[in-house]
């Protein structure tokens, strides 16, 4: 595999989508210079990166659209990094044990007209790097029952809130029950997704739930 990765970067080579320098989708240089997001007044939600820097903005514009494995690896990778930064403190002050990863579904026409879920890849690469097995994937759980306008095309928070109202659902509820829940997305805006996914979750014997993006 090693060996067939060497052929396709020669024949297929991969440049920075920052400074365009080879060998990677997004430069170490470029990534380190890349702003944190400002924390969420809502204090359970935990973005990476701001998404107004260019090259973030870019680069999960190609992850939605493109999915970049790559640079879901990439991020993945971070992204684990804060996870398990945040759980040392918050098994501690919270008792969060044994968390319970799920990504933040699409519905089934939105599944097949993209061929991918990002939050599924993000998840399953997460689970890669957890070597520990800190965490559990439970993909199955949170479903989209109702097919809603992009949120991006939605300007009015209160409208963005109506159009999710009632789009989840959740299988297998006994799996959750009294259980801590870290929701998977790659980019959150107002946090109305992850808000209305929390609630259903809540509703359904959840104990506690948190969440992580790559961008805010």
Same mark, same amino acid.
């Given at each position: 595999? *090693?060996?067939?990765?060497? &052929?396709?970067?020669?024949?297929?080579?991969?440049?920075?989508?920052?400074?365009?320098?080879?060998?990677? $989708?997004?430069?170490?240089?470029?990534?380190?210079?890349?702003?944190?997001?400002?924390?969420?007044?809502? $204090?359970?939600?935990?973005? /990476?990166?701001?998404?107004?820097?260019?090259?973030?903005?870019?680069?999960?514009? /190609?992850?939605?659209?493109?999915?970049?494995?790559?640079? &879901?690896?990439?991020?993945?990778?971070?992204?684990?990094?804060?996870?398990?930064?945040? /759980?040392?403190? /918050? !098994?501690?002050?919270?008792?969060?044990?044994?968390?319970?990863?799920?990504?933040?579904?699409?519905?089934?026409?939105?599944?097949?007209?993209?061929?991918?879920?990002?939050?599924?890849?993000?998840?399953?690469?997460? &689970?890669?790097?957890?070597?520990?097995?800190?965490?559990?994937?439970?993909?199955?759980?949170?479903?989209?029952?109702?097919?809603?306008? *992009?949120?991006?095309?939605?300007? $009015?928070?209160? *409208?963005?809130?109506?159009?999710? %109202?009632? %789009?989840?659902?959740?299988?297998?509820?006994?799996?959750?029950? !009294?259980?801590?829940?870290?929701?998977? $997305?790659?980019?959150?805006?107002?946090?109305?997704?992850?808000?209305?996914?929390?609630?259903?979750?809540?509703?359904?014997?959840?104990?506690?739930?948190?969440?992580?993006?790559?961008? *805010?």
């Amino acid at each position: 595999m *090693h060996f067939l990765n060497t &052929i396709l970067d020669i024949v297929f080579p991969v440049y920075c989508i920052s400074c365009g320098t080879p060998g990677s $989708d997004l430069c170490e240089k470029c990534l380190s210079l890349c702003p944190s997001a400002e924390r969420e007044s809502q $204090d359970w939600i935990f973005p /990476l990166f701001d998404y107004r820097h260019p090259p973030i903005k870019k680069a999960v514009w /190609l992850i939605k659209y493109n999915g970049k494995k790559r640079l &879901i690896n990439t991020f993945g990778e971070l992204l684990y990094g804060r996870i398990v930064e945040e /759980l040392s403190e /918050l !098994r501690i002050m919270e008792n969060f044990n044994e968390p319970i990863l799920i990504p933040i579904p699409l519905s089934k026409k939105r599944y097949r007209e993209s061929g991918f879920n990002q939050s599924e890849i993000l998840c399953q690469k997460l &689970i890669e790097i957890d070597q520990n097995k800190y965490l559990k994937l439970e993909k199955n759980i949170l479903i989209k029952i109702k097919e809603t306008e *992009h949120q991006a095309r939605i300007g $009015d928070r209160r *409208h963005r809130l109506k159009n999710l %109202s009632e %789009s989840f659902s959740v299988k297998n509820s006994e799996i959750i029950k !009294r259980k801590n829940i870290i929701l998977i $997305d790659y980019v959150t805006t107002t946090g109305a997704t992850l808000n209305e996914a929390k609630k259903i979750l809540k509703s359904f014997g959840a104990r506690k739930v948190i969440a992580f993006t790559i961008a *805010h």
